[in-house]
Every structure is written in C-alpha cells, then in structure tokens.
C-alpha cells in the first residue's frame, strides 16, 4: 500500500525538526532529513518547492505550536504564571534527559546559525519567539502586572528559560534548568 503524500510530507517535516534539534541549520542535510524520514528524493521539491528553507521553516512552525501546545496544556493546571513556567522548564528538563541532552530548542538553534544571514528564517524565529513573549505576558498581566512590566518580565522569563537549556545541554546535566527554575519563580511573584 503506498504511503499518502500528507504523510510523506509530515515524516519530512518531523525529521527535520529532529535534526534541526540536534545538529542545527547546517547538520541537518536533505540526505539525512530523506534517510529519517524514509521519503523518496524526489518528495523534497514536490512538498517543499522553496527547498531546505521552506522545508526548516515548516519545522520550527511545528516546534513553536508544540510548545503552545504544552504550554496549553500545563495553563489549565498551574495556578500561576511562575507555576506554569516551572512546569513548562521540568517538562524540556525531561525532554532533554530523554535524548541523552543531544537536543534543546530547535529554534535557538536555527536562529544561532542563520539569524544573520537568512532572512526568511530570522522572521520566523522572531515569530516564534514573539508569540512564546507574548504568551508569557499575558499571563503575566492577568495576574495583575502591568503591560510594561508583564513584557519585560516575560523577555526576561523567556531568555533565561533559552539559555538554561543551552547551558543544560552543554554541562549534560538538569541542574541550569532546576536553578533557572528556581529564580524564574522569585521574579515572576507579584510583590
């Protein structure tokens, strides 16, 4: 029975999300996105016109929704904004110790490497990021910060939750994001 282009397309995008995860912009070779996703060559161009951007773009689209999704999901239990963002850093601390830390945040990754030189990418990097910042903020502000302070507050949330992850990967150790954790919970409590 043959496989539906619709899944064709979905393996190619969540291998490449996999790779983008693991290896970056540049590790991630078409080859290896084909090879993971068990496609054919000549599926890339037919799902993908615009190629490996178009196709790295899809991927951090899917990654970006993903944690919405998540961040959705822990919403519904977490009384706080600092419950929330706590719950948020232990589920990615459990993720990273579930790939041996091989991975991280595919988009900090791709923005790392391409920000500076692609612009389609950069765009939606920003995107992604803009959209996790003002998430934050809003939550923020229902509980009762004001707008200036909920957008610099979810800013700075939101750097530090990146750069736990980085520093979580490069020690292969949780501890960054138990710390960070820990500190994000002072400064999102409303004095």
């Known amino acids: 029975m043959a496989v539906s282009g619709s899944s064709t397309r979905a393996r190619m995008v969540e291998a490449a999300w996999s790779l983008i995860e693991a290896k970056g912009y540049h590790g991630a070779g078409l080859n290896e996105v084909l090879a993971v996703a068990e496609a054919p060559r000549g599926s890339l161009y037919h799902h993908f016109p615009g190629g ?99 957008d610099e507050l979810a800013t700075t949330a939101l750097a530090l939750i990146e750069g736990a992850l980085v520093l979580a990967r490069a020690d292969r150790s949780r501890v960054p994001i138990e710390q960070v954790g820990r500190r994000i919970a002072k400064l999102l409590a409303i004095d």
């Open 52 to 150: 490996k951007d178009e196709l790295i773009g899809e991927a951090l689209g899917v990654a970006g929704r993903e944690v919405d999704r998540i961040v959705g999901e822990l919403a519904l239990t977490a009384p706080t904004t600092s419950d929330l963002v706590r719950a948020l850093l232990e589920r990615l601390a459990d993720r990273m110790v579930a790939a041996d830390y091989a991975k991280g945040c595919p988009v900090a990754t791709v923005a790392l490497e391409v920000a500076a030189s692609n612009d389609s990418l950069q765009s939606i990097c920003g995107g992604i990021y803009s959209s996790w910042r003002r998430a934050l903020a809003d939550a923020l502000r229902a509980e009762g910060h004001d707008a200036a302070e909920s």
